[in-house]
C-alpha cells in the first residue's frame, strides 16, 4: 500500500494545487473588491444621475478649478472641460496651489486615477470617484449649482398674494 493512503493525508502534488487555489481565490475575492462602483458623498445631489466615465490623458490638462472639497473642473485640450468628482473631500482643496493627478497609464480615469494634494502637511492621495466631460451649458450649469457665477437668467420672484380688509358699507 501507499504510504499516503496509510497515514491519510494527501500527496505533496494534491496539497500544492489546493494552496494555488486558495492563492486564486484570494486574489479573486481582492480583485471584485476593488472593482466595486465608487460611494457617493453624503448630500451629493448628483449620486441619482447616471455617471458615465471619461477619461484624461494626463499630458493634456491645462488648468482647473475647485468647486468644493470633492469636485473639480478639469480643462484639457480643445477647450475641453470635464467634472472630477473625488471619492471622499480632500482637506485644503479650495486652499492648496499644489494639486496634481497620478495614473499607471497616463490616462485619468474614474477608479484607477488619483488627486494629490499637498497642502503643506505632506502629499493626500485621493481617488477620483467619477469624470464627465461637460458640455458648455453644462459646465456653466455647474458653476451655477456651486456657486461660482450667477445664473444668467434669475427667475423673478412671484407675487405674493396680499390679503385684502373687508369693506364695510354703512347705511
Known amino acids: 500500500m501507499d504510504a499516503c493512503k496509510q497515514s491519510g493525508s494527501l500527496p505533496d502534488n494534491q496539497i500544492l494545487m489546493l494552496i494555488k487555489q486558495f492563492i486564486i481565490l484570494l486574489f479573486s475575492s481582492i480583485l471584485l473588491a476593488c472593482a466595486g462602483g465608487g460611494e457617493a458623498l453624503e448630500g451629493?445631489?448628483?449620486?441619482t444621475e447616471t455617471r458615465r466615465s471619461d477619461c484624461i490623458s494626463s499630458g493634456t490638462i491645462r488648468d482647473y478649478r475647485v468647486l468644493d472639497d470633492a469636485n473639480l473642473i478639469v480643462s484639457g485640450s480643445g477647450k475641453r472641460k470635464y467634472h472630477v468628482t473625488l471619492?471622499?473631500?480632500?482637506?485644503?482643496?479650495?486652499?492648496?496651489?499644489?494639486?496634481?493627478?497620478?495614473?499607471?497609464?497616463?490616462?485619468?480615469?474614474?477608479?484607477f486615477g488619483e488627486l494629490v494634494v499637498d497642502d503643506g502637511m505632506g502629499p493626500e492621495r485621493i481617488r477620483i470617484a467619477s469624470i464627465r466631460q461637460l458640455t458648455p451649458d453644462e459646465h456653466d450649469a455647474l458653476l451655477v449649482r456651486?456657486?461660482?457665477?450667477?445664473?444668467?437668467?434669475?427667475?423673478?420672484?412671484?407675487?405674493?398674494?396680499?390679503?385684502?380688509?373687508?369693506?364695510?358699507?354703512l347705511d
Open 87 to 111: 471619492s471622499r473631500r480632500a482637506t485644503g482643496l479650495r486652499s492648496s496651489w499644489k494639486i496634481g493627478f497620478r495614473s499607471t497609464t497616463g490616462q485619468i480615469c474614474a477608479s
Open 44 to 47: 451629493d445631489d448628483s449620486a
Open 146 to 169: 456651486f456657486g461660482k457665477i450667477k445664473p444668467e437668467f434669475e427667475q423673478p420672484p412671484a407675487p405674493a398674494s396680499v390679503e385684502s380688509a373687508e369693506v364695510e358699507e
